[in-house]
């Protein structure tokens, strides 16, 4: 299954296309949609439609995974993910996918276990249970990717749950023990305690020696 994941925005709309097969997952694209604060804001909408309209053509995903509006202090911020979203609405449904939305607290959650993970948390934990050679680039590229990640964890959580049957015994045994994906998760947040690089190098910077 390929899903896309969208951070929406007017002026840096994130997106990441991955694919989950089974238990594992991998990047199959992520980057940036930009568009100039000087064009006027239709032909913002349109550039950001078309671009869209490109990704969807290009990389032919089953689902679209968008960060769902909340409640913001800044309202122009808030408007502007509001417009951007509207247009990621607009060409999931001209082409017949399936949307579904996670907040901000929620993709934290699936990706770094808890809600109040930083930007540079999210990404590292993308770059680990995507298998990347690096973090993703810009922040709004990772949260994407984060946003992907959360929803195809979240579809296979509900193909998992067992349908009825009338001869029980015949149902092959679910398989006990922790998956690809839990597993990187356990070792990034391992390594995000011991303070480990990906390379298993110990990435705090020691403390000077004071002279007795």
């Known amino acids: 299954m390929i899903i896309l994941g969208i951070d929406p925005g007017t002026s840096m709309l994130?997106?990441?296309?991955?694919?989950?097969?089974?238990?594992?997952?991998?990047a199959i694209d992520y980057g940036v949609i930009t568009t100039p604060a000087r064009m006027p804001l239709p032909e913002r909408l349109e550039s950001i439609?078309?671009?869209l309209t490109d990704l969807i053509e290009l990389h032919a995903p089953a689902l679209v995974g968008v960060e769902r509006l909340f409640f913001s202090k800044n309202?122009?911020?808030?408007?502007a993910v509001g417009q951007a979203r509207g247009v990621v609405l607009l060409a999931a449904a001209l082409h017949d996918?399936?949307?579904r939305e996670a907040t901000p607290n929620e993709?934290?959650?699936a990706t770094a276990g808890h809600?109040?993970?930083?930007?540079?948390?999210?990404?590292r934990m993308v770059q680990a249970i995507l298998g990347l050679a690096e973090m993703p680039k810009p922040d709004d590229a990772a949260d994407a990717l984060a946003i992907a990640i959360c929803v195809a964890n979240r579809e296979r959580s509900v193909n998992r749950i067992p349908t009825g049957a009338l001869d029980r015994s015949a149902l092959?045994?679910?398989?006990v023990g922790a998956t690809p994906y839990e597993k990187a998760v356990r070792e990034a947040l391992r390594r995000e305690r011991l303070g480990l690089d990906s390379a298993g190098h110990s990435s705090r910077v020691p403390e000077p020696k004071t002279a007795s």
Do not use: W
Not at 14 to 26: D, F, M, N
Not at 115 to 123: D, L, N, P, R, Y
């Open 14 to 26: 994130g997106y990441g296309v991955i694919e989950r097969t089974g238990p594992r997952l991998r």
């Open 49 to 51: 439609y078309l671009s």
């Open 75 to 79: 309202v122009q911020t808030a408007f």
């Open 97 to 99: 996918l399936e949307i």
């Open 107 to 109: 993709v934290k959650v």
């Open 115 to 123: 809600g109040s993970a930083s930007k540079e948390q999210v990404g």
């Open 172 to 175: 092959k045994p679910v398989p």
